[in-house]
């Protein structure tokens, strides 16, 4: 029970001060502008007459006369503030090139329909610098664009120059030509890595400064980030670590950016640049921040978590995710709140870092794919709006707790008698209880808080999830699964004779490859003298996979995983009487991303012993990279050049090549994989990623089966696909799938508080107290079944549902009328609506699944 009784419709409506409205911030920063804010808040009530009444209305008006002179971005132990303001900012990282330029514009769409203020994303120094002096910002590349699409569409960035980023990125984000500059140490107080990170800051500053991408420039960008969550490797340099951290603090003042720096995850953060918080609980967990001038700023609350082969995804609900955040603003001041990831996206051709998978963040409101994630987005959406509802109190008010029960606690925060908002926080974990605040009766779910933007009504509650469910599916729409459809190309197992490059020693792989492959050849020639033939092979490795081969057959594989040192391939192998040849593929999975001196880390063989005789200082030869990929095979000119077979059984180290056609529709598509090994798949010459469908998670299933082909990749026809497989993974059992949402479902109780409706004028938000389950198919499909419906008492949720003891026996029929046919529906959750009274007195639910076509 909440703020009105069962009975009444509530209306709200909200019209957004100019300024959280932040659209073309940069056409009026430069006027004197002086803001009033309106908040109107209206509800409407029926009683038990059926008579609509006018409740309640409040107005509050705040005055923010504040003149300014230009357009600045400052902040204060609040905020951050922006043109005079203080802001409460919800922010949402989209790195750019973990999507293609065609999906920017409706990710960012979708991220401000969310209720964002800002993008947030990383800047990769290694696409951008791939060799020193050589620069791209083209196609994937290219921020500018993608900051200026930001712009476009008027919200604000933070820009995590870095340029150490982590990101679950290759090396992260540094090149890797600085592993070979002379003297280099990585994040330390060391002369060589200080100029290239200086060099390429005022490069990336410069380049934003001379289109006019900076706030104070008329430009979205309002804050900034240098080095990332160096605290965690700080000590590892004792003295050279808080002279690196004062070092990257003065030299990113001296950008003259005029705006703030930040520093996550450093607490000892100097000066002016505020120290922010990484993590999933930065209301429960953060000592704050390190000055009380400086702001309370979250920068990565962790939407799911990162993925890595041979581990399922981490699904963080919707619950506690909007838990975490409220508890953020409302208990630790906190005035911005960055979602990493809000969309994730794909880690296209070999940037991903160690064994992290190719698709990231796929469970972040906005999927891989760019679809929307219910009831994630949704949730985080109403939790957005009902926090807006605050801002003047939370940012402009006094605090005052008040203690309602043994786990429950009132936030309050008044900035006038008609300001006030508070929050009700039930931080026990198993019961329901009820509570009263000023007069009022409150039932507060487990572990949750209730927002009360008035401190009179709850309009929003972080466990009550009243979105609908999306449930996404994949339909194949292009098979491979005859044999004339494929063409076949192996590759060689290289032959100590047949290398060029020697050495005495095993050579660490990523000093030999130069990251130019995943793949080095380790080979070296045994003689066999004696009649014994049998022999124990042991193969000691850095990362990340072993193949280990006997004059040309594959004798035995084995693999590491992401937080495994090293690990051992074992076989009894067989060698014949004269020369023989053995030859170890070793493929790395991506490159280190984190770590002190991370420039020293060793990856490829460490010890090679043969019985008991040991081969580690031995003559050995190397082949960086496979044949196939020195030829280009992937690419049509490539590919034309050698000479392809007929396909006829799965083997290992093999090239696999066929053409397409594109499926019709705008819908994303994905190759589901399910039927191979581990590899790296190319179309039209692109890489999309590499895949690891044999490394199981624990309950038995890849960590990743679809791979995402973005259309941009593609023509209309004969789009070549080229698969390169190590293992025996099967080629006729893949197929090109269109993604969709096949199913939306809806679940809401009495007990939920009104809730908060997106659709209608810009602006204007309605609450509607009496809960109704609204579906909605995506554009252009319409809800062709319900598949389950029932107003009582049905067991379960949205994931698995049953008819209970109590149940409308026309709910299916009332709601086939009422969507069947339509893109959305609406269903209001009363018995008016459902007939006669199922089981008078007992408090109802409404499920409904529904399928969209
Ligand atoms: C720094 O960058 C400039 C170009 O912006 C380049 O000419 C110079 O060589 C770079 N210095 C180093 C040490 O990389
Ligand atoms: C770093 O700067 C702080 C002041 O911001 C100073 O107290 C400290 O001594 C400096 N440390 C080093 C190692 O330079
Ligand atoms: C920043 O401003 C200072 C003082 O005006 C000047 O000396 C310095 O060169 C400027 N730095 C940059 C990168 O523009
Ligand atoms: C939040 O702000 C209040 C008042 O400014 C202050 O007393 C309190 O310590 C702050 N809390 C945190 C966690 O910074
Ligand atoms: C906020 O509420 C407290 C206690 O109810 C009261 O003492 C205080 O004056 C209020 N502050 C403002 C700014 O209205
Ligand atoms: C909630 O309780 C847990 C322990 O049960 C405690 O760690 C946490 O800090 C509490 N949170 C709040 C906001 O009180
Ligand atoms: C609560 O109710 C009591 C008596 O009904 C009244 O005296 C008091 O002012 C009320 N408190 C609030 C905060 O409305
Ligand atoms: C990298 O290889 C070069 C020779 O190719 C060698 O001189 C250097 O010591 C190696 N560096 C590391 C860190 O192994
Ligand atoms: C890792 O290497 C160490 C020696 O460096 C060795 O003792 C240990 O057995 C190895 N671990 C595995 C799992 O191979
Ligand atoms: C094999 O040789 C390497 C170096 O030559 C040495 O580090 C390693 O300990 C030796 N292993 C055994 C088992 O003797
Ligand atoms: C493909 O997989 C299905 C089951 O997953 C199996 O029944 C079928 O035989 C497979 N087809 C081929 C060509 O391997
Ligand atoms: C800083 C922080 O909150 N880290 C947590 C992030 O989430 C992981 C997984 O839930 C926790 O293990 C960390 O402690």
Redesign the pocket.
């Known amino acids: 029970m909440f703020a009105v009784q069962c009975n009444k419709y509530v209306f709200f409506s909200l019209t957004t001060p100019p300024s959280l409205s932040t659209s073309q911030h940069n056409t009026t920063h430069s006027n004197v502008t002086s803001h009033t804010n309106f908040l109107f808040l209206i509800l409407f009530y029926k009683d038990k007459e059926m008579v609509w009444f006018l409740w309640w209305i409040v107005l509050l008006l705040l005055v923010h006369d504040t003149a300014v002179e230009g357009a600045n971005v400052s902040y204060d132990g609040r905020s951050l503030i922006i043109d005079g303001h203080r802001k409460l900012l919800f922010s949402g990282s989209i790195h750019y090139p973990r999507s293609t330029p065609d999906m920017w514009p409706s990710l960012i769409a979708k991220a401000k329909q969310g209720g964002l203020d800002v993008i947030q994303t990383y800047v990769f120094w290694n696409l951008h610098e791939p060799q020193p002096g050589q620069y791209d910002f083209t196609g994937r590349n290219d921020i500018v664009s993608f900051i200026k699409e930001i712009q476009r569409q008027g919200l604000y960035v933070s820009l995590r120059i870095g340029p150490f980023i982590e990101a679950e990125w290759k090396y992260g984000g540094l090149p890797f030509w600085l592993h070979d500059v002379p003297g280099i140490v990585f994040r330390t107080n060391n002369q060589a890595f200080k100029l290239h990170m200086q060099n390429f800051t005022?490069k990336i500053?410069n380049m934003m400064k001379a289109e006019n991408l900076f706030y104070t420039q008329g430009g979205p960008i309002i804050l900034t980030q240098i080095e990332n969550e160096y605290q965690t490797i700080e000590g590892a340099f004792h003295e050279d670590g808080q002279r690196y951290v004062n070092w990257t603090a003065q030299m990113a003042i001296?950008?003259?950016i005029s705006e703030p720096w930040m520093m996550c995850k450093q607490d000892n953060a100097p000066g002016p640049m505020i120290n922010t918080c990484n993590g999933m609980r930065c209301g429960e967990t953060w000592k704050g921040p390190n000055s009380p001038n400086k702001p309370s700023m979250w920068t990565e609350n962790w939407t799911s978590f990162l993925q890595v082969y041979g581990e399922d995804a981490n699904m963080r609900s919707a619950q506690d995710l909007a838990f975490h955040t409220t508890l953020f603003v409302v208990k630790m001041n906190g005035s911005f709140v960055n979602y990493y990831m809000y969309h994730g996206g794909t880690n296209f051709g070999r940037t991903s870092a160690s064994y992290i998978i190719t698709g990231y963040y796929d469970q972040a409101p906005l999927d891989e794919y760019g679809m929307i994630r219910q009831p994630k987005y949704g949730h985080l959406m109403h939790m957005h709006t009902a926090l807006k509802l605050c801002s003047d109190a939370l940012l402009y008010g006094q605090f005052t707790i008040e203690h309602l029960g043994p786990n429950q606690d009132a936030y309050i925060y008044n900035a006038s008698s008609s300001t006030c908002a508070a929050f009700i926080l039930n931080n026990n974990s198993q019961e329901s209880p009820q509570v009263v605040f000023r007069n009022t009766s409150y039932s507060l779910p487990p572990k949750s808080i209730s927002i009360l933007p008035d401190c009179k009504h709850a309009v929003f509650n972080t466990a009550t999830v009243s979105t609908q469910v999306n449930t996404r599916s994949m339909q194949p729409v292009v098979r491979f699964d005859s044999h004339q459809q494929w063409e076949v190309f192996s590759e060689t197992v290289p032959q100590f004779d047949q290398t060029s490059m020697r050495s005495n020693t095993l050579l660490e792989q990523m000093n030999t490859t130069k990251d130019k492959s995943d793949y080095l050849w380790y080979t070296m020639s045994v003689h066999q003298k004696s009649a014994e033939t049998q022999h124990m092979l042991k193969v000691n490795s850095r990362g990340h996979v072993l193949r280990a081969y006997v004059n040309g057959a594959l004798v035995g594989s084995a693999h590491g995983a992401r937080n495994v040192k090293n690990f051992t391939l074992q076989e009894t192998v067989s060698f014949s009487t004269g020369i023989n040849s053995i030859s170890v593929l070793s493929a790395m999975v991506g490159l280190p991303d984190s770590g002190a001196f991370m420039e020293r880390k060793r990856s490829g063989l460490m010890e090679v012993l043969i019985g008991k005789l040991n081969f580690t200082s031995y003559s050995w030869g190397y082949q960086v990279g496979l044949l196939g990929e020195k030829l280009s095979v992937y690419t049509d000119e490539g590919s034309s050049d050698v000479s392809w077979n007929q396909y006829e059984n799965p083997g290992t180290l093999t090239w696999y090549k066929t053409t397409f056609d594109t499926p019709e529709g705008d819908q994303p598509i994905a190759l589901n994989l399910g039927s191979m090994g581990k590899g790296e798949v190319w179309i039209n010459g692109q890489s999309i990623g590499r895949y690891w469908v044999s490394f199981k998670t624990p309950l038995g299933s890849p960590s990743q089966t679809w791979y995402n082909v973005p259309r941009s990749f593609l023509k209309p026809t004969r789009n070549l696909l080229v698969l390169f497989e190590e293992e025996h993974g099967n080629p006729l059992n893949i197929s090109l799938d269109v993604v969709s949402i096949n199913k939306v479902c809806g679940h809401v109780s009495d007990s939920h508080p009104p809730r908060i409706n997106s659709w209608g004028v810009h602006g204007h938000f309605h609450l509607r107290r009496r809960p109704s389950v609204h579906l909605r198919c995506p554009k252009k499909r319409i809800i062709s079944k319900i598949v389950f419906a029932s107003h009582g008492n049905p067991v379960g949720d949205c994931e698995s549902y049953s008819i209970g003891n109590c149940h409308s026996p026309n709910s299916q029929q009332i709601v086939e009328n009422a969507c069947i046919g339509k893109r959305q529906c609406l269903i209001s959750h009363t018995t008016e609506v459902f007939g006669d009274d199922p089981c008078p007195g007992t408090s109802k639910t409404l499920l409904v699944d529904a399928l969209c076509e």
């Open positions: 005022t500053v001296s950008q003259n």
